[in-house]
T-cell receptor, first 111, second 118 residues
Framework: TQLLEQSPQFLSIQEGENLTVYCNSSSVFSSLQWYRQEPGEGPVLLVTVVTGGEVKKLKRLTFQFGDARKDSSLHITAAQPGDTGLYLCAGLANSGYALNFGKGTSLLVTP | GAVVSQHPSWVICKSGTSVKIECRSLDFQATTMFWYRQFPKQSLMLMATSNEGSKATYEQGVEKDKFLINHASLTLSTLTVTSAHPEDSSFYIC??????????????FGPGTRLTVL
């Protein structure tokens, strides 16, 4: 199993603030995905990054894949209460199909 | 499109009983389905992968005789937790992809099933 470390584990901020969540590994992944999960629900795919150095934007969310394809970051600009949730990164190993999930970052955005 | 449902959404059972959880792809054919388990404040851990019509492939440490997986059709997979015990209480999530395991197809996740064993 290729481990993915996410930081921070918990983040509580006020509406309008910016934040960055990190996903790091010592292993190389063929692709990396970011999900958002709300309590009692399954994770919902936000984005998939494939190319080293790739940057993808989804409205106020910016995702970056490290050049070496070992790490990724998620930056949220002007956070809103609706962004509250558990953000999970998951890496697809070069060798197969299994998704290795990080433990997640629990984000709380208060009005 | 690509909606996955699970039933039931939550279940409470007595220790020693068996519980069946269904995972359905509603608007696509799921060649491959995955079963995950998520403990509180933990991440998703892959339990097993199943291709339609084939035996499931279990991850290391997952007892195949305890967690029976059946993928009888392209839209339905079931997970049966046999002789459940309190330590099996968890959030079980399935996902489905259109391609065969081994291909980098997107996995579409179900809403999860909360199992509580008393």
């Amino acid at each position: 199993t290729q481990l993915l470390e996410q930081s921070p584990q918990f983040l509580s901020i006020q509406e309008g603030e910016n934040l960055t969540v990190y996903c790091n590994s010592s292993s190389v992944f063929s692709s990396l995905q970011w999900y958002r999960q709300e309590p009692g629900e399954g994770p919902v795919l936000l984005v998939t990054v494939v190319t080293g150095g790739e940057v993808k934007k989804l409205k106020r969310l910016t995702f970056q894949f490290g050049d070496a394809r070992k790490d990724s970051s998620l930056h949220i600009t002007a956070a809103q209460p609706g962004d509250t949730g558990l953000y999970l990164c998951a890496g697809l190993a070069n060798s197969g199909y299994a998704l290795n999930f990080g433990k997640g970052t629990s984000l709380l955005v208060t009005p | 499109g690509a909606v996955v449902s699970q039933h039931p959404s939550w279940v409470i059972c007595k220790s020693g009983t068996s519980v069946k959880i269904e995972c359905r792809s509603l608007d696509f054919q799921a060649t491959t389905m995955f079963w995950y388990r998520q403990f509180p404040k933990q991440s998703l851990m892959l339990m097993a992968t199943s291709n339609e019509g084939s035996k499931a492939t279990y991850e290391q440490g997952v007892e195949k005789d305890k967690f029976l997986i059946n993928h009888a059709s392209l839209t339905l997979s079931t997970l049966t937790v046999t002789s459940a015990h309190p330590e099996d209480s968890s959030f079980y999530i399935c996902s489905a992809s259109k391609g065969l395991a081994g291909y980098t197809d997107t996995q579409y996740f179900g809403p999860g099933t909360r199992l509580t064993v008393l």
